[in-house]
Protein backbone atom coordinates (compact mmCIF):
# COMPACT_ATOMS: atom_id res chain seq x y z
CA UNK A 1 0.00 0.00 0.00
CA UNK A 2 1.42 3.05 -1.13
CA UNK A 3 1.31 6.27 1.10
CA UNK A 4 -1.77 7.91 -0.14
CA UNK A 5 -3.25 5.00 0.38
CA UNK A 6 -2.12 4.30 3.78
CA UNK A 7 -3.40 8.06 4.92
CA UNK A 8 -6.70 7.82 3.12
CA UNK A 9 -7.06 4.44 4.89
CA UNK A 10 -5.95 6.13 8.31
CA UNK A 11 -8.94 8.77 8.05
CA UNK A 12 -11.10 6.15 7.06
CA UNK A 13 -10.06 4.37 10.39
CA UNK A 14 -9.77 7.27 12.34
CA UNK A 15 -13.79 7.83 11.48
CA UNK A 16 -14.87 4.39 11.96
CA UNK A 17 -13.32 4.97 15.91
CA UNK A 18 -15.33 8.11 16.14
CA UNK A 19 -18.68 5.91 15.41
CA UNK A 20 -17.62 3.22 17.82
CA UNK A 21 -16.92 5.90 20.53
CA UNK A 22 -20.43 7.08 19.74
CA UNK A 23 -22.08 3.52 19.88
CA UNK A 24 -20.23 2.76 23.23
CA UNK A 25 -20.53 6.22 25.19
CA UNK A 26 -21.84 5.85 28.63
CA UNK A 27 -22.46 1.99 28.37
CA UNK A 28 -20.68 -0.67 31.15
CA UNK A 29 -18.14 -3.02 28.88
CA UNK A 30 -15.97 -5.51 29.93
CA UNK A 31 -12.58 -6.84 28.73
CA UNK A 32 -10.81 -9.45 30.65
CA UNK A 33 -13.49 -9.20 33.79
CA UNK A 34 -12.84 -5.76 34.10
CA UNK A 35 -15.74 -3.76 34.60
CA UNK A 36 -14.99 -0.14 32.35
CA UNK A 37 -17.63 2.61 31.91
CA UNK A 38 -17.09 4.40 29.13
CA UNK A 39 -16.42 8.05 29.64
CA UNK A 40 -17.36 10.20 26.73
CA UNK A 41 -14.54 11.07 24.32
CA UNK A 42 -12.59 8.08 25.84
CA UNK A 43 -10.68 6.09 23.39
CA UNK A 44 -12.38 2.59 23.48
CA UNK A 45 -10.77 -0.27 24.82
CA UNK A 46 -12.99 -2.97 22.38
CA UNK A 47 -12.91 -4.31 19.03
CA UNK A 48 -9.36 -2.69 19.97
CA UNK A 49 -6.59 -5.21 18.43
CA UNK A 50 -3.40 -3.32 20.43
CA UNK A 51 -5.16 -2.97 23.76
CA UNK A 52 -5.57 -6.62 23.42
CA UNK A 53 -2.11 -7.66 22.34
CA UNK A 54 -1.10 -5.52 25.00
CA UNK A 55 -3.16 -7.12 27.05
CA UNK A 56 -2.31 -10.41 26.21
CA UNK A 57 1.35 -9.79 26.58
CA UNK A 58 1.84 -7.96 29.90
CA UNK A 59 1.44 -11.55 32.21
CA UNK A 60 5.09 -12.36 30.47
CA UNK A 61 6.63 -9.07 32.14
CA UNK A 62 4.42 -8.40 35.30
CA UNK A 63 5.64 -9.25 38.88
CA UNK A 64 4.69 -8.40 41.86
CA UNK A 65 5.54 -5.09 43.23
CA UNK A 66 6.91 -3.86 39.81
CA UNK A 67 6.61 -0.16 39.27
CA UNK A 68 4.51 0.21 36.08
CA UNK A 69 3.84 3.26 34.07
CA UNK A 70 0.58 3.16 31.80
CA UNK A 71 1.00 5.98 29.28
CA UNK A 72 -1.69 7.24 27.42
CA UNK A 73 -4.02 5.26 29.84
CA UNK A 74 -7.44 6.36 28.26
CA UNK A 75 -9.86 4.30 29.75
CA UNK A 76 -7.04 2.82 32.08
CA UNK A 77 -7.32 -0.89 31.06
CA UNK A 78 -3.85 -1.50 31.14
CA UNK A 79 -3.48 0.21 34.36
CA UNK A 80 -6.08 -1.16 35.90
CA UNK A 81 -5.24 -4.61 34.67
CA UNK A 82 -2.13 -4.52 35.84
CA UNK A 83 -2.84 -3.00 39.03
CA UNK A 84 -5.00 -6.30 39.35
CA UNK A 85 -1.71 -8.07 39.03
CA UNK A 86 0.09 -6.87 41.61
CA UNK A 87 1.80 -3.78 40.25
CA UNK A 88 2.45 -0.46 41.41
CA UNK A 89 0.84 1.87 38.42
CA UNK A 90 1.20 5.16 37.56
CA UNK A 91 -1.75 6.00 34.89
CA UNK A 92 -0.80 8.78 32.58
CA UNK A 93 -2.99 10.85 30.14
CA UNK A 94 -3.18 14.26 28.48
CA UNK A 95 -7.16 14.60 28.56
CA UNK A 96 -9.25 15.33 31.01
CA UNK A 97 -11.82 13.15 29.98
CA UNK A 98 -9.20 10.00 30.12
CA UNK A 99 -8.22 10.88 33.63
CA UNK A 100 -11.81 10.81 35.10
CA UNK A 101 -12.71 7.89 32.93
CA UNK A 102 -9.73 5.67 34.69
CA UNK A 103 -10.58 7.27 38.32
CA UNK A 104 -14.06 6.17 37.73
CA UNK A 105 -13.06 2.38 36.40
CA UNK A 106 -10.26 2.16 39.22
CA UNK A 107 -13.13 2.55 41.38
CA UNK A 108 -15.15 0.22 39.58
CA UNK A 109 -12.50 -2.36 39.61
CA UNK A 110 -11.54 -1.65 43.48
CA UNK A 111 -8.07 -0.84 42.35
CA UNK A 112 -5.55 1.34 43.35
CA UNK A 113 -3.70 4.03 40.95
CA UNK A 114 -1.80 7.05 40.82
CA UNK A 115 -3.17 9.24 38.04
CA UNK A 116 -1.62 12.29 36.64
CA UNK A 117 -2.55 14.61 33.77
CA UNK A 118 1.12 15.18 31.53
CA UNK A 119 2.23 15.65 28.25
CA UNK A 120 4.07 12.07 27.95
CA UNK A 121 6.62 12.61 30.78
CA UNK A 122 6.25 16.08 31.48
CA UNK A 123 4.90 15.84 35.02
CA UNK A 124 6.91 12.68 35.58
CA UNK A 125 10.00 14.37 36.37
CA UNK A 126 12.77 12.33 37.90
CA UNK A 127 10.56 9.20 37.87
CA UNK A 128 11.88 5.80 36.63
CA UNK A 129 10.15 2.64 36.21
CA UNK A 130 10.31 -1.25 35.57
CA UNK A 131 8.01 -1.07 32.97
CA UNK A 132 6.38 1.45 30.56
CA UNK A 133 3.37 0.54 28.67
CA UNK A 134 2.00 2.81 25.39
CA UNK A 135 -0.64 2.12 22.59
CA UNK A 136 0.23 5.30 20.72
CA UNK A 137 -2.00 7.19 19.02
CA UNK A 138 -1.16 6.41 15.66
CA UNK A 139 -2.46 8.19 12.86
CA UNK A 140 -0.36 11.28 11.36
CA UNK A 141 -2.87 13.77 11.68
CA UNK A 142 -3.10 16.85 13.74
CA UNK A 143 -6.83 16.80 15.57
CA UNK A 144 -7.32 18.73 18.47
CA UNK A 145 -10.37 17.19 20.14
CA UNK A 146 -9.74 14.79 22.94
CA UNK A 147 -10.16 11.71 20.85
CA UNK A 148 -8.74 13.00 17.94
CA UNK A 149 -5.92 13.69 20.20
CA UNK A 150 -5.82 9.99 21.75
CA UNK A 151 -6.09 8.51 17.74
CA UNK A 152 -3.60 10.89 16.00
CA UNK A 153 -0.22 11.17 16.50
CA UNK A 154 0.62 14.81 14.48
CA UNK A 155 2.98 15.32 11.62
CA UNK A 156 5.91 12.52 11.14
CA UNK A 157 4.17 11.03 14.23
CA UNK A 158 5.17 13.60 16.82
CA UNK A 159 3.68 12.30 19.65
CA UNK A 160 5.15 8.95 19.30
CA UNK A 161 8.89 10.35 18.36
CA UNK A 162 8.66 11.90 21.67
CA UNK A 163 8.08 9.60 23.74
CA UNK A 164 10.80 7.54 22.40
CA UNK A 165 12.79 10.27 22.95
CA UNK A 166 12.26 10.81 26.44
CA UNK A 167 11.99 7.44 27.41
CA UNK A 168 16.06 6.64 28.33
CA UNK A 169 15.51 8.80 30.99
CA UNK A 170 12.85 6.66 32.69
CA UNK A 171 13.26 3.46 32.86
CA UNK A 172 15.17 1.77 35.61
CA UNK A 173 18.54 0.06 34.50
CA UNK A 174 16.55 -3.16 33.90
CA UNK A 175 13.48 -1.16 32.73
CA UNK A 176 11.32 -2.17 29.41
CA UNK A 177 8.95 -0.18 27.45
CA UNK A 178 6.33 -1.71 25.72
CA UNK A 179 4.73 0.08 22.40
CA UNK A 180 2.42 -1.04 19.94
CA UNK A 181 2.51 0.03 16.51
CA UNK A 182 0.30 -0.70 12.99
CA UNK A 183 2.40 -1.30 9.72
CA UNK A 184 0.16 1.61 8.33
CA UNK A 185 2.61 3.39 10.09
CA UNK A 186 6.76 4.14 8.67
CA UNK A 187 7.46 1.62 11.56
CA UNK A 188 11.19 1.41 9.96
CA UNK A 189 11.43 5.53 10.56
CA UNK A 190 10.01 5.19 14.12
CA UNK A 191 12.76 2.36 15.11
CA UNK A 192 15.05 4.17 13.45
CA UNK A 193 14.93 6.73 15.78
CA UNK A 194 14.90 4.46 19.12
CA UNK A 195 18.08 3.31 17.83
CA UNK A 196 19.57 5.87 16.84
CA UNK A 197 19.25 7.17 20.60
CA UNK A 198 20.81 4.12 21.87
CA UNK A 199 17.73 1.73 22.43
CA UNK A 200 17.68 -2.01 22.05
CA UNK A 201 14.19 -3.04 19.77
CA UNK A 202 13.13 -6.07 20.01
CA UNK A 203 9.64 -7.72 18.40
CA UNK A 204 7.42 -9.08 20.76
CA UNK A 205 4.48 -10.23 19.26
CA UNK A 206 2.00 -9.42 16.56
CA UNK A 207 -1.45 -9.84 15.52
CA UNK A 208 -3.77 -9.00 12.56
CA UNK A 209 -5.28 -6.33 12.46
CA UNK A 210 -7.55 -4.05 10.04
CA UNK A 211 -7.80 -5.24 6.75
CA UNK A 212 -4.48 -5.41 4.96
CA UNK A 213 -2.74 -4.15 8.79
CA UNK A 214 -0.95 -6.06 11.26
CA UNK A 215 -0.70 -4.61 14.79
CA UNK A 216 3.41 -5.36 16.12
CA UNK A 217 4.15 -4.99 19.74
CA UNK A 218 8.21 -4.14 20.29
CA UNK A 219 10.05 -4.08 23.84
CA UNK A 220 12.44 -0.72 23.68
CA UNK A 221 15.39 -1.23 26.53
CA UNK A 222 19.06 0.32 26.84
CA UNK A 223 21.85 -1.16 26.61
CA UNK A 224 22.59 -1.82 29.94
CA UNK A 225 19.75 -4.15 29.95
CA UNK A 226 20.89 -6.85 27.88
CA UNK A 227 24.42 -6.86 29.11
CA UNK A 228 23.02 -7.40 32.73
CA UNK A 229 20.68 -10.56 31.12
Given amino acids: MNKALRLLYALFLTCLLRLLELYLRTKIVRVRNLVLYMYPKVFPPIKNISTELLLKILDSYLKQGIEMCDMGTGSGVL ?42 FKNLAGKKFDLIVFNPPYFPFNMKDALGIAMCSGKKYSTIIRFISQLPKHLKKDGKALITLSTLLDIDYILSVARRIGLRVEEVAK ?22 S
Fill in 79 to 120: AIYAAKKGAKVIAVDISDESIRATSINAKLNNVQLRIIKSDL
Fill in 207 to 228: APGSPGEEIIAYALYCPSHLKS
